[in-house]
């Protein structure tokens, strides 16, 4: 099987990470998209809810879209919650492609990421090891032009066949960031995601207070 690790905070999942997932599986073949959110623990990341309402969430997503399968029938997207129950220290992105390795030994993995991340993707954790040893589907976005971030990075251009680039057709403009707001601010981001998590979200007064 071909297998896309999609990780992200999902704070809250919208339907910009549904369209890149299924646009992703399509374009790129894809038997599966494991969808990955990210844990609190990690220190790069400011989060604004915790853990298990941003899994609940993503949970009633995706069980919206049933309707997706692969060519064998099964479904398409799946939830992994590797980095939510791994111990502090274990959740670099190499930690989780190595966990989905062992898990799937015999299939092609491939990490699902924006160009913006290109930048920042050497000073990783294990960076090294990570780019040398996996695949990487990198989708174009306004103002990172992908194939200069790479050729201007010594580890990425030393590397650059394990980078498929999709370069048209992938982003929607959708930030959970610009949802938060909406939702902060009194505003209404229907249609922006699933009915059923802004839904989830008012009955559980997420987002209430200020982004940080």
Same mark, same amino acid.
């Given at each position: 099987m071909r297998i896309g690790i999609y990780g992200s905070s999902f704070d809250p999942i919208t339907y910009s990470h549904l369209f890149t997932a299924a646009t992703v599986a399509h374009r790129r073949r894809l038997d599966?998209?494991?969808?990955v959110p990210c844990s609190s623990k990690r220190?790069?990341?400011?989060?604004?809810? +915790?853990? *298990? @309402?941003?899994?609940?969430? /993503?949970? /009633? *997503? /995706? *069980?919206g879209s049933t309707h997706k399968t692969n060519k064998d029938g099964e479904p398409l997207f799946e939830i992994s919650t590797v980095e939510m129950d791994a111990l502090p220290g274990e959740? &670099?992105? &190499?930690?989780?492609? $190595?966990? $989905?390795?062992r898990k799937y030994p015999n299939d092609e993995l491939f990490f699902i990421m924006g160009s913006d991340l290109l930048e920042g993707l050497s000073n990783w954790g294990n960076a090294e090891k990570l780019v040398a040893g996996f695949n990487f589907i990198v989708m174009s976005r306004e103002g990172y032009p992908t194939a200069d971030?790479? *050729?201007?990075?010594?580890?990425?251009?030393?590397?650059? +066949? @394990?980078f498929l680039i999709m370069s048209k057709g992938i982003n929607m403009g959708i930030s959970s960031t610009y949802i938060r707001d909406e939702i902060r601010k009194g505003g209404d981001p229907s249609f922006l995601l699933p009915d059923a998590c802004l839904q989830y979200i008012y009955e559980n007064g997420i987002y209430k207070e200020p982004s940080v």
């Open positions: 599966k998209v494991i969808f220190h790069d990341k400011k989060l604004q809810t +915790e853990d *298990a @309402h941003r899994l609940h969430m /993503l949970k /009633l *997503a /995706l *069980a959740t &670099y992105t &190499y930690d989780t492609m $190595m966990h $989905m390795k971030l790479i *050729a201007d990075d010594a580890l990425l251009r030393n590397h650059d +066949e @394990h």
